[in-house]
């Protein structure tokens, strides 16, 4: 009997092959087959070539799975960021995303909500989904992620900060250095007495480092920093607020306070409005990051500029260029500035 009309037959073989085609043609499970397909880095190179030869005879092709796993190129780029609700991840990625598209690459955006385990779950799923690489935020990840980039020989970049022993291809600026930078700016002015607002340390490298920026200028100049005055939450402006309360009412408040981002900045700035607090006559108070939020605010913001847009833009080309094989920096430092503005003054006398 011949094919139906309108088909010939070696589409109609495409149509009725399925995953137990290709496994009894290569002469393994369909278990196998799944492998191959989503997870080849764990199939043995001889089985590989197998099920690829089955797939290729019968012209199976299950969800576009096996197209990439004959072209081995899917033209995606995954972006696994911590949160999508965070603007600035979102300037990072958007600039990524226009040197990709200029480069004929699509790009796919998971989040993992600071839970480095979710991170490499995501990575695997997206890799069984044929993405040719990835971008990073931040510098700490469990160890199994880069185990499970290695073998399946999938290229990445980190952002937001470069790694420091030069293991991992990154881009971004130094966190401690910006935070130092605001630090010693309120130092200079002559406060002592000062407070922190910090997004929760615990997988976040960022805020890691931008606390330890601020203590280094302290110790540095002699200043012992109370920890009692130090308060932890979510990037959020009612959190920030609510943690600026809570650094007021004590004894002894802080004239002056480091936010590890503008977020925690303006929070904190609502607070002193709450309160009746000054700024800067009463309290001093500097962001990180220098956003639209914090430069409209009265008085505007004192903060560090970094470099979010041309973060995501480095790492653009970078991933390409280890696609493509061609030459490329692997590791970039950009530059940040102080951007001095009203909400610092000298201490209240």
Known sequence: ?????????????AVRSGAKDVARLAGVSTATVSRALNFPGRVEPET?????????????????????????????????????DYALYARTTS????VLDA??????????????????????QLVGHGVDAFVYVGLHHDPRLF????DYGRPYVLTWGVD???????????????A?????????????????????????????ERGLGMRAALAQAGIAFDESRARYGPIDLAASRAMMHELLALDAPPTAVVST????????????????????????????????????QTPALTSVRTPIVDIGRAAGEQVIARLVGRPHAAFESLPFELVVRGSTAPPPA
């Open 103 to 124: 480069k004929g690459y699509s790009l796919v955006l998971a989040e993992h909500h600071y839970d480095l385990a979710a991170e490499v779950r995501v990575t695997e």
């Open 1 to 13: 009997m011949g094919a139906p009309f309108g088909r010939s037959p070696a589409s109609t073989a």
């Open 48 to 84: 590989l070539a197998r099920v690829r030869q089955a797939i290729d005879q019968l012209g199976y092709v299950p969800h576009g799975a096996a197209r990439a796993l004959r072209s081995r190129r899917s033209q995606m780029v995954g972006a696994v960021v911590p949160s999508v």
């Open 261 to 296: 981002n503008d977020v925690f900045a303006v929070g904190g700035m609502l607070a002193c409005r709450d309160r009746g607090v000054r700024i800067p006559d009463d309290l001093s108070i500097t962001g990180i990051d220098n956003t639209d939020l914090g430069a409209t």
């Open 164 to 178: 420091p022993m030069r293991r991992h291809p990154s881009v971004g600026f130094d966190n401690r250095a910006a």
């Open 147 to 150: 185990a499970l980039l290695d």
């Open 180 to 208: 130092y930078a605001a630090t010693r700016h309120m130092i200079d002015l002559g406060h002592r007495r000062f407070g922190l607002l910090s997004a929760v340390t615990t997988d976040n490298d960022r805020a890691i």
């Open 95 to 98: 600039a990524l995303q226009a």
